[in-house]
């Protein structure tokens, strides 16, 4: 499949003729859940064993670019490969997915893993215990030091048939969604104190009868819901009725919302 249309964003794919629903574009999506990820599975090529890819559980810090930032020891296996050969995958999926993993997203990376230029150790150094506090105990020793993913392509799973190629620049201009780091809290009130609005919510606006609904995704744009109906599990995503960039901004549009559901 082809990466995501350019523009501001990219449309659920609706089964009928009805516009499409905006939310972010592949890009953005990457860009939130490298963002939010901690730890990705870190792929080189193997000196020992060669032809044959080696895996490894990695921490990384992140650069305003979206480029992973590593704090590798020379001892590791990782760092040997890549210093014999850059090219490298990192997979990073969704931290918080619960049920099938794979309906969850997901992102691979794909670079060239190099030291990080002396210019920029100090940034790096920055970047990387702003994440990780405890690597202050060992960032300074002999034997370790950073190196940093340069992406040349990045592929994005968002779930069951929704996956591309994202460009590279369009995945380096791109920005974390500013509703990130506080999606998990939004779903988890909506979801534990507004159930019922949430049924409210899917028939007004996608349309749904449901018996029960949940929030499992929100973003600047709009969230998605999984919905027990009468005729088994769904899922459908609802735009916003403007763009929402803080927790604030989509607390008030989302009380306009249920207003809104219950006059129809």
């Known amino acids: 499949m082809s990466s995501t249309p350019t ?6 794919r609706p089964a009928s003729n009805a516009p499409a629903i905006p939310e972010p574009t592949f890009a953005e999506r990457a860009r939130t859940l490298v963002h939010l990820g901690r730890i990705g599975s870190l792929s080189t090529h193997s000196r020992k064993q060669p032809g044959f890819p080696f895996g490894s559980v990695m921490p990384y810090g992140l650069d305003g670019s979206g ?10 296996m990782h760092t040997q490969n890549v210093q014999a050969d850059a090219r490298a995958s990192l997979l990073v999926t969704q931290p918080d997915a619960a049920g099938d993993p794979l309906g969850a997203a997901r992102a691979t990376l794909i670079g060239n893993v190099l030291p990080v230029p002396e ?3 100090a940034e790096a150094r920055k970047l990387y215990l702003e994440r990780y506090a405890n690597s202050k105990y060992w960032v300074d020793f002999e034997d370790f030091s950073f190196y940093r993913m340069d992406v040349v392509d990045v592929y994005f799973v968002g779930g069951f048939g929704v996956m591309g190629w994202v460009p590279v620049a369009e995945y380096g201009n ?49 969230f998605h819901v999984r919905l027990k109906t009468n005729d088994g599990m769904r899922g459908a995503r609802i735009a916003f009725l403007r763009e929402a960039r803080t927790p604030a901004d989509a607390r008030t549009v989302l009380v306009e919302m249920v207003a809104q559901a219950r006059q129809r």
């Not at 523009?7 to 659920?12: K, N, P, Q, V």
């Not at 480029?67 to 590791?76: D, G, N, W």
């Open 7 to 12: 523009g501001r964003h990219a449309g659920s």
């Open 67 to 76: 480029r992973p930032i590593f704090l590798v020891s020379t001892m590791a």
């Open 119 to 121: 210019a920029d150790v």
């Open 174 to 222: 791109a920005e974390p969604d500013p509703l990130a780091d506080a999606a998990a809290g939004i779903i988890q009130h909506m979801n534990a104190d507004h159930a019922d609005s949430l049924v409210l919510l899917a028939r007004a606006f996608a349309g749904v009868e449901s018996r029960e609904a949940a929030m499992t995704a929100v973003d600047r744009l709009g």
